[in-house]
């Protein structure tokens, strides 16, 4: 007997025969499908665990930048749920999901705005500024040709500071000076003084050049001239004193030059500090 024959005797051996069941196909078929659901819910659950990962990682990095939370792009693909299998291990936490209504933090950081009011330090009102304040019309300065008896233009004889001030006829960017005495210049005067003493008031007006007294004297007047209007002045080197007449508190001051001529004339009371 060969090899042939004897495998083929062996082949036909009832004892080697295997019993088919009569569901064997269904059987193979179910377990086929229940490892294929199992390989496409394990490459599901993957997948969004990567995603949820990738998800994290980028709000920690927006976290850092100023602590914003961007809005991802309405382009990006949906992140496929998660089967409830996958939630439903053993000690694994389950996290809600986020609100869609969460705020996000706001861009500037968390910075107090300018305008928000801080506890405790009360509401106050800034003062206006001086420049928005409707400025007072300047009157315009007197031209008055005449000075005395009692003053010149606006001004008055022993009227206050504030008084004085207030009519309008100084150059107020020439400043003051002089002590106790302030001294104050005419508006358009050239180089006029007015002093004012704190105890007698408007003390002496000095005359603009044109401006002469009621008698007609004024700068350019020569001595004698002087001595006929006023009979009771008297002459003190290069200076006159002569009463006013019709104001017994005050006199006339004239100084005169070596050629005997009124240089400069003012008013003023016959008695004060200046």
């Not at 302030?182 to 005067?189: I, P, Q, S």
């Not at 105890?199 to 001595?223: F, L, M, N, Q, W």
């Not at 003190?236 to 017994?248: H, L």
């Amino acid at each position: 007997m060969n090899v042939e024959d004897e495998l083929s005797r062996l082949f036909q051996d009832e004892r080697l025969d295997v019993a088919v069941r009569p569901d064997a196909e269904q059987l193979v078929v179910a377990g086929a499908r229940r490892r294929r659901h199992r390989r496409t819910a394990a490459a599901v659950t993957g997948g969004a665990l990567a995603m949820v990962a990738l998800t994290a990682i980028g709000i920690a990095l927006a976290g850092v930048d100023g602590g914003r939370m961007d809005t991802l792009p309405a382009t990006n693909p949906p992140i496929p749920a998660v089967p409830t299998t996958a939630a439903s291990v053993p000690g694994e936490p389950v996290f809600p999901p986020p609100s869609s209504n969460a705020v996000p933090p706001s861009a500037s950081g968390g910075a107090m705005s300018s305008s928000a009011t801080v506890p405790g330090s009360g509401s106050r009102t800034p003062a206006p500024s001086s420049s928005s304040a409707p400025a007072s019309k300047q009157r315009p300065a007197s031209t008055d040709p005449t000075i005395g008896p009692s003053g010149w233009g606006r001004l008055v004889l022993g009227m206050s500071e504030a008084q004085a001030v207030a009519t309008d006829e100084f150059d107020m960017s020439e400043g003051v000076s002089g002590s106790p005495c302030h001294r104050y210049w005419l508006r358009n005067g050239g180089s006029s003084p007015v002093d004012i003493s704190p105890s007698y008031g408007v003390a002496r007006i000095s005359a603009k050049p044109g401006v002469t007294t009621p008698e007609g004297i004024g700068v350019g007047s020569t001595d004698d001239e002087v001595m006929a209007a006023y009979p009771s002045a008297t002459k003190t080197g290069y200076v006159i004193t002569a009463p006013v007449p019709g104001n017994s508190r005050a006199v006339y001051i004239f100084t005169t030059d070596p050629s005997q001529k009124i240089f400069s004339l003012r008013l003023e009371l016959a008695t004060h500090n200046c």
